[in-house]
């Protein structure tokens, strides 16, 4: 297990209740589709250790200065939700989670308890020959998903297939949505890995890219492929022995430099979405230093988490009990956090994958 570097000393012990993390959200203030453009969404602002102010996303730029870090997390959404049929008979759904190898995947199974090993699953368009097959070989316990060998039927490779025959997944929270695929992706996605988007990166569009670059602000990327580790829930009721899933990160050496200098100049670094939170800090827990790292984190951040490398962060709303709601209280505050969704849900934002984001500037931590 990765070393949370959390000090509890200082927070109240209903900080550490998965109950402290409950609201009320009306089914109403769920976003089905993004705005469009992307930047016109709204944007909360929290500027003070006491204030927060609200905006569009289009205006970043007047609250970041010259010479601050946007660190993105250049991860890209792969089709990874495969609908197909039991060799022996019945529908069966698949959810591609992370490659293992060449050929066999971790994958979440539909339906669960009906799937068991040496089952086969076929895709391909109904009353014709299929074009790949899936083989279950194992239960993982950690996730209580499968492991798979994916097989194809067809001339063509297995990652082929899987963009011709797969659909990009989007949260169950989203269920009336008329977005196109290329929504669900930031302008800015590159690897692909990901089987839910970086959504804080969604409000992006070049132009505001290149806004910020002309005044100043300079980029970087990281990449953490969102798995289930990022979404799955919270369930315990002392939050303090929730346990996640590891999920792949990569930051490079560029920016390792670029976050030193920018440090070293007086600058700020802040992150897009708590994925690009969880790589830096969870290469620095994997390293004891901010170095270049290659590999997994398990990283768990909640209120007395003790931040190692990053000033500010872009994050959309998120769920009730979860992990991501409980690293933004690491930020400012569980109590205050609160507070301000209460007044968020008051002033119509948007909530979730496709809603509105916020902006947590430096010197307003707990």
Excluded at 176 to 182: A, I, K, R, V, W
Excluded at 297 to 317: A, E, K, R
Aim: aromatic letters at 8%; proline letters at 6%; a negative charge.
């Amino acid at each position: 297990m990765t070393d949370r570097t959390n000090d509890s000393q200082t927070y109240p012990n209903f900080d550490y209740q998965l109950s402290a993390y409950d609201y009320c959200l009306p089914e109403s203030r769920i976003a089905q589709n993004p705005v469009v453009p992307r930047d016109r969404a709204k944007l909360l602002i929290i500027d003070s250790p006491t204030t927060h102010q609200h905006g569009h996303f289009y205006e970043l730029g007047d609250w970041l200065l010259p010479g601050d870090l946007l660190v993105l997390n250049d991860t890209k959404v792969i089709p990874a939700r495969l609908f197909g049929r039991k060799a022996s008979g019945g529908a069966a759904e698949v959810l591609l989670i992370e490659p293992l190898d060449d050929e066999r995947w971790l994958a979440l199974v539909r339906p669960g308890r009906r799937i068991q090993p040496e089952t086969e699953i076929l895709f391909g368009e109904e009353g014709e020959p299929p074009l790949l097959k899936a083989v279950v070989l194992s239960r993982d316990e950690s996730t209580g998903g499968r492991i798979i060998r994916l097989m194809p039927m067809v001339e063509g490779t297995i990652d082929s297939l899987v963009h011709r025959l797969g659909r990009v997944p989007l949260p169950p929270y989203i269920t009336q949505s008329e977005s196109l695929p290329e929504q669900y992706q930031t302008v800015f996605a590159q690897r692909e890995g990901a089987i839910a988007a970086p959504t804080a990166g969604l409000h992006f569009t070049e132009t505001l890219l290149s806004q910020l670059a002309d005044k100043g602000v300079q980029t970087a990327k990281v990449t953490l492929h969102v798995g289930i580790g990022t979404f799955r829930p919270v369930e315990v009721t002392d939050i303090k022995t929730h346990e996640m899933h590891e999920e792949r990160i990569e930051v490079s050496a560029e920016t390792v430099e670029k976050i030193r200098q920018t440090k070293a100049s007086g600058g700020r670094v802040i992150t897009v979405g708590t994925t690009s939170t969880r790589a830096l800090e969870g290469a620095f827990a994997a390293c004891g230093k901010l170095q270049a790292y290659s590999g997994r984190t398990d990283l768990f951040i909640y209120p007395g988490y003790q931040w190692q490398v990053i000033d500010g962060i872009i994050t959309n709303f998120h769920l009730p009990g979860s992990s991501l709601l409980m690293m933004v209280s690491a930020l400012i505050g569980r109590e205050r956090l609160m507070a301000i969704y209460e007044d968020a849900i008051a002033q119509n934002y948007r909530f979730y994958s496709f809603g509105d984001a916020m902006l947590i500037l430096p010197d307003v931590r707990t």
